[in-house]
């Protein structure tokens, strides 16, 4: 597993098993979301099998399945509802925590600037800069 911290209560990973629910329980997190759809993975690490592995190790679970072709803005706040309801550290996945960190990008839009939030994944490993222009606009909104 590789955890990569973003915020203080976001952190991203790639695909996630159940084998590896009790080191993330350990760690801290109270709450796992899945940003990768059911198509890209087989059934046993399927949305699913994983709500109730987790839930079964004490860590809420949601899904949230997006492509780099389907997010949306809904998708976003769903993302942040999510986090916000789950009253401490989320660790998000998708298949290389790319997703995870665009999906939490644009949700800081208008909340952190542009260069925090590039900087902050940037501090990750992920490279986001491409997205500055569509941070900026949503931070007009």
């Known amino acids: 597993m590789d955890i990569r911290t973003i915020s203080p209560t976001y952190s991203v990973t ?19 979301i899945c940003n990768r759809p059911d198509a890209e993975v087989p059934t046993e690490l399927q ?4 709500k ?5 190790a004490g860590l809420s679970f949601i899904a949230n399945p997006v492509t780099h072709q389907t997010l ?5 706040a ?5 986090m916000e309801a789950a009253g ?4 998000a996945y998708c298949a290389s925590g790319t997703r995870s960190s665009i999906v939490w ?9 542009p260069d925090d939030i590039i900087g902050a994944t940037a501090k990750a490993g992920y490279d ?8 900026e606009a949503l931070a007009q909104d």
Do not use: H
Not at 14 to 32: N, R, S, T, Y
Not at 47 to 50: D, G, K, V
Not at 72 to 76: A, C, E, L, R, Y
């Open 14 to 32: 790639p695909q996630i098993e159940p084998a590896d629910l009790p080191a993330i329980k350990a760690a801290g997190f109270v709450a796992i």
């Open 47 to 50: 949305a699913e099998a994983l």
């Open 52 to 56: 109730i592995a987790s839930e079964a």
């Open 72 to 76: 949306n803005m809904d998708m976003v």
């Open 78 to 82: 769903t993302q942040m509802a999510a």
């Open 88 to 91: 401490g550290p989320v660790l």
């Open 105 to 113: 990008s644009l949700g800081q839009a208008g909340k952190m600037t």
């Open 128 to 135: 986001l800069a491409g997205l500055r222009p569509r941070l």
